[in-house]
């Protein structure tokens, strides 16, 4: 990309022409739409820090041996990822943003009753109907990933047993 200043430059410095290489493997973007990526993704790497650092726990290191930090570093990052499969693939809209303790609190910590009556585990859960049925969607999303991954890895079904 070339920049160009729109008007001289009072005290120029010789540099009136600047050029910006971007390099990727993204084939199927244009030069447009690849710079607007490129550009829209300036400065978001510090929200995934601070959110690592803040409420998963990488900020604070469990003890002073570096193969114990970069493991405990690492089971963050993959927590991290993990939340964000999960709010961009199989929660609703509204999710994608959520932070880990708004996750926490109304998806993962929902109070519920279990019961096992004529031999089937059941769970009632005190949500609403709506989020009962956000809840399952996003189950059964889960489950379609998983099956597409176990269906692509051996190219063969999971059992009926395994289905929601």
């Known amino acids: 990309m070339r920049f160009t200043a729109r008007q001289g430059e009072l005290f ?4 009136g022409v600047r050029y910006l290489a971007v390099v990727s ?6 030069a447009k ?7 829209g ?19 604070v290191l469990p003890c002073q041996q570096f193969g114990a930090n970069a493991a405990w570093f690492r089971c963050n990052v993959i927590t ?3 939340l ?19 996750l926490r609190f109304e998806i993962f910590a929902i109070p519920g009753r279990l019961a096992r009556p004529q031999g089937q585990l ?10 009962y049925m956000e809840l399952a969607k996003a189950r059964e999303r889960l489950w379609l990933m998983r099956h597409a991954l176990a269906d692509e890895k051996t190219r063969r079904p999971l059992p009926a047993r395994n289905r929601p």
Request: net charge positive.
């Open 41 to 59: 993704k300036a400065g978001t790497i510090e929200h995934t820090h601070r959110v690592m650092k803040d409420e998963l726990g990488a900020g």
């Open 12 to 15: 120029s410095d010789g540099e």
């Open 84 to 102: 964000t499969l999960l709010r961009r693939r199989a929660l609703p809209e509204r999710y994608w943003n959520a932070r880990p303790k708004r």
């Open 33 to 39: 739409a690849l710079a607007r990526w490129h550009w």
């Open 80 to 82: 991290y990822n993990l």
């Open 25 to 30: 493997n993204r084939r199927e973007l244009s």
């Open 122 to 131: 059941t769970v009632t859960v005190s949500a609403g109907d709506e989020r």
